[in-house]
């Protein structure tokens, strides 16, 4: 079976406070792919990152960082010095071969960002 | 650029009417995607076209009509809705079906009254 959790429904952080985002996935494929997307208000999912499974070298792109750990089945997402535009729903996503690579979507955590 | 784009933005319509979603890419992507997405959930898949052909449903109801016109165009026609089916309607292309990834337009915002 595959599955993405979220596990936080809702995170609350004021501005330029670092916050993580968890993401825990489940499947048995050996190759599969792990995205990042950002969605705010407006309603448009922005890519933000995709991770194979073979490659679980930690990425870092300006005030976001990735965390990918095959050993936890976790793909986490850190903001630094997190900003009110910041303030969006993130969903976290499986594509795998046996699931003929259609997208396993988490629940979503909606990030707020107080000023 | 990665812009994939969707009229109407917003739409209300009555049960008897018909509609029409068209969605768009020009980044020779080849496979595409309709998603409907209820607030506080996540996007459900409900159709792909890979290489102008349908290749997934995902048992969505006969008043759901998609047409993939061309490379580029993908289309989503309403007819006889019912009020359950108000919700945000997202395109997505990707480079081919498979591992690839989607990008995602600002979607269709649909209300059936």
């Known amino acids: 079976a595959q599955k993405v959790t979220q596990a936080q429904t809702e995170i609350s952080v004021v501005e330029k406070e670092d916050v993580t985002l968890d993401c825990v996935y489940e499947?048995?494929?050996?190759?599969?792919?792990l995205f990042w997307y950002k969605q705010p208000p407006s309603g448009e999912l922005v890519f933000l990152i995709r991770r194979n499974s073979f490659d679980e070298q930690n990425e870092i792109s300006g005030r976001y960082s990735w965390n990918f750990q095959k050993s936890t089945s976790s793909f986490n997402f850190t903001i630094t010095a997190s900003q009110v535009v910041d303030s969006a729903v993130y969903f976290c996503a499986l594509s795998t071969t046996s699931g003929t690579y259609k997208y396993i979507f988490g629940t979503g955590t909606r990030l707020k960002v107080l000023a | 650029d990665t812009e994939v784009t969707q009229t109407p933005k917003h739409l209300v319509m009555g049960m008897t009417n018909k509609k029409s979603l068209k969605c768009e890419q020009h980044m020779g992507h080849r496979a595409m995607y309709w998603y409907k997405q209820k607030a506080k959930k996540p996007p459900e898949l409900m159709f792909v076209?890979?290489?102008?052909?349908?290749?997934i449903n995902e048992s969505v109801p006969s008043r759901f009509s998609p047409e993939c016109p061309n490379s580029s165009l993908l289309n989503l026609h309403l007819h006889a809705l019912q009020p359950e089916d108000s919700a945000l309607y997202l395109c997505?292309?990707?480079?081919?079906?498979?591992?690839?990834?989607?990008?995602f337009g600002p979607g269709t915002r649909l209300l059936v009254l």
């Open positions: 076209y890979s290489y102008e052909k349908l290749s």
């Open positions: 997505a292309s990707s480079p081919r079906a498979g591992e690839e990834t989607q990008y």
């Open positions: 499947t048995r494929d050996t190759t599969y792919y």
